[in-house]
């Protein structure tokens, strides 16, 4: 069975930084992208990032582009999305989907970054 | 790289048929078969109900079914049910090598 489980909650504080998980199991790794999606709170969804796992290739949307840095660990099929330094409209769910020929099919449970001010 | 153009809701009655649509550009929606919907239901992680543009993954309902005029993408739901009632986004491949989501759909089975 094709899983994306995601790492835990986090609540941070502004200024901080954060690291957070989306482990693959049940497919092979590559030759699947994984593709990290925004949701604010009730809002809508927005790509973020896309890395493929065979090369580490990598592209980000220009809204996310050097707000954010993905990458992968093929060794674990674990995926990575991580900040250097949070700001409070950071604050969403954040989704990791695996994507091929432009299907996302499989998507994590999501993660709950809450930053405070 | 600009959302793509949902309507923020439609509604229909039990078993009714109801037509969402997605609306892009040459660079996008009309550009490419790389379009998907998906069914979001609160507190949930999205769904995957339909991929490259008309195509239905195994195990989704057959009353789910997508189509495409021009730069418009389209996802109809017939026979609605009230399990139906959720958010509902397209998403396209786009000239820039990323992909793009629609502005969202909430669909109310009254």
């Known amino acids: 069975e094709v899983q994306l489980l995601q790492s835990g909650a986090e609540v941070k504080e502004a200024g901080e930084s954060l690291k957070i998980s989306c482990k693959a199991s049940g497919y092979s790794f590559p030759p699947y992208w994984i593709g990290w999606v925004r949701q604010m709170p009730g809002k809508g969804l927005e790509w973020m990032a896309f890395i493929y796992p065979a090369d580490s290739d990598t592209k980000y949307s220009p809204s996310f582009q050097g707000q954010v840095t993905i990458s992968v660990d093929k060794s674990i099929s674990t995926a990575y999305l991580q900040w250097t330094s949070l700001k409070a409209s950071d604050t969403a769910i954040y989704f990791c989907a695996r994507g091929i020929t432009g299907t996302w099919d499989h998507w994590g449970q999501g993660t709950l970054v809450t930053v405070s001010s | 790289q600009s959302a793509l153009t949902q309507p923020a809701s439609v509604s229909g009655s039990l078993g009714q048929s109801i037509t969402i649509s997605c609306t892009g550009t040459?660079?996008?929606?009309?550009?490419?078969?790389?379009v998907s919907w998906y069914q979001q239901h609160p507190g949930k992680a999205p769904k995957l109900v339909i991929y490259d543009v008309s195509h239905r993954p195994s195990g989704v309902s057959d009353r789910f079914s997508g189509s495409r005029s021009g730069n418009t993408a389209s996802l109809t739901i017939s026979g609605l049910q009230a399990e139906d009632e959720a958010d509902y986004y397209c998403?396209?491949?786009?000239?820039?090598?990323?992909?793009?989501f629609g502005t969202g759909t909430k669909v109310t089975v009254l």
């Open positions: 998403s396209s491949y786009t000239r820039s090598t990323i992909y793009v």
């Open positions: 040459s660079s996008d929606v009309g550009g490419y078969d790389f």
